[in-house]
């Protein structure tokens, strides 16, 4: 089932945060509160049954329940869903994404109803990486991740039209607190480069 945004618009600008595999959680929490700082109006749906929540220390069974329920192609189109239903009410419809979020986003993008999308890690965006986008979407991506080559894969990505590929000297995960992978410093300066791709304008006050 599609989660259904609620509320009427208090900004021009939504911002559809995209949780990974453990859904609604404390960092995805934290980068909605992060977000709030600036005019848009923050929306953290999960895709997850009964919206589910399993700790970093559980990611073997966070894994294999999403791979049952909804997989990532049910959760990219609910994201879809969910993103065209905000469209109405919106001027700009953003999404941020990690990991199977971010890959997510980036199936989402090629929706007319988004605007842009920044995408923290999404390491399976190597099995779409024909996909053309119809927004301006930024990849962030870590060097050490297993089993790919992340730099053949950021030259492909970097050839379609409005994409902008960042590679981070760090792990899967480095912009998490509650990752083993955490990085401070590239956690911050992926974070500033989002800030500013997204174009969001700063409260006043």
Do not use: K
């Not at 453990?22 to 923050?42: F, K, M, P, S, T």
């Not at 192609?73 to 199977?100: I, K, Q, T, W």
């Not at 981070?168 to 992978?181: I, K, R, V």
């Amino acid at each position: 089932m599609t989660p259904q945004p609620s509320g009427a618009p208090a900004h021009e600008t939504a911002v559809v945060v995209v949780h990974e595999i453990y859904g609604v959680n404390a960092h995805i929490e934290r980068v909605a509160d992060a977000l709030r700082a600036y005019r848009c109006d923050v929306f953290t749906p999960s895709f997850l049954p009964a919206g589910a929540v399993f700790s970093t220390d559980d990611e073997a069974r966070a894994y294999r329940d999403f791979l049952r329920e909804p997989g990532l192609e049910r959760m990219a189109e609910a994201l879809v869903g969910f993103v065209g239903d905000l469209r109405p009410d919106y001027r700009r419809v953003l999404c941020v994404g990690f990991s199977v979020g971010a890959t997510c986003a980036w199936l989402a993008s090629a929706s007319a109803d988004l605007d842009g999308a920044v995408c923290f890690y999404g390491s399976r965006i190597r099995d779409h990486a024909q996909l053309q986008p119809a927004a301006p979407c930024l990849l962030l991506f870590a060097e050490r991740e297993p089993g790919f080559s992340v730099p053949e894969v950021a030259a492909v990505l970097r050839h379609r039209r409005g994409v902008t590929v960042e590679t981070y000297a760090c792990g899967h995960g480095f912009c998490n607190p509650g990752s083993l992978s955490y990085d401070p410093v590239h956690a911050r300066r992926a974070w500033e480069s989002a800030v500013r791709f997204l174009r969001l304008p700063e409260r006043s006050g």
